[in-house]
């Protein structure tokens, strides 16, 4: 699915043709299926808490709205804000789901069929207009989702932590400085912002070995 992503960005870049050797081939696969509204509420239900404690707040969340995979918009609207707090979402959460609610409703937030026909910088910029959204969140929605080919969301911290990993140094880089130098990656930066993610986890493992082969008598 991704040879010509990796045939590209081995043929630009000797540290991504490592990188791409050490990580076998790219595995990133979009989740269509789901619906821009539905990332976005789920995205700010995950915003400053752990995997576990989000995952049990969307339970409680979807669990007010039975017979439902998801609720609706219209669900959401109609609910009060005392039984949205109830399922563990903060105030400030509250209205953030209630503004990201209201625009998907009067169109300002398109479906993701709408989607399909504009630039990823008219999605940021369309996305990010409602309150609790971030650039951060609509890059991930574009990779995860829409299945944009061209994404490097420079302010992650993973992708940030990759690079320095990767390409050496003590400091991460900067957002910027890594815009500029991801230049070379074009047309294929989501999949070069996949194997930067990939560098930590090599990291991890190879860290992981060397400390159970310290500890061996």
Request: charged residues 30%; proline residues 6%; positive net charge.
């Amino acid at each position: 699915m991704h040879e010509e992503a990796m045939e590209h960005l081995a043929r630009r870049d000797r540290v991504m043709a490592r990188l791409i050797r050490q990580a076998g081939p790219c595995s990133l696969r979009p989740e269509p299926r789901r619906t821009p509204y539905q990332s976005l509420v789920r995205a700010v239900a995950h915003q400053q808490l752990n995997g576990t404690a989000a995952a049990t707040i969307l339970r409680r969340f979807q669990a007010l709205f039975p017979g439902r995979r998801f609720p609706r918009p219209q669900d959401v609207a109609a609910a009060a804000d005392e039984a949205l707090r109830s399922a563990g979402l903060s105030g400030s959460k509250v209205a953030a789901i209630r503004d990201i609610t209201a625009r998907v409703l009067s169109g300002e937030i398109p479906g993701s069929r709408a989607m399909r026909g504009m630039s990823d910088e008219d999605v940021v910029e369309r996305l990010t207009a409602a309150r609790g959204v971030g650039r951060w969140t609509v890059e991930m929605l574009l990779m995860f989702q829409l299945g944009r080919p061209d994404v490097l969301p420079a302010d992650d911290y993973g992708v940030r932590t990759g690079f320095r990993i990767a390409y050496g140094g003590e400091d991460l880089p900067r957002p910027r400085e890594l815009q500029a130098f991801g230049e070379r990656w074009r047309p294929h930066r989501t999949v070069a912002s996949w194997y930067l993610w990939r560098a930590v986890d090599l990291a991890r493992k190879d860290a992981s070995a060397r400390k159970r082969a310290s500890s061996r008598p």
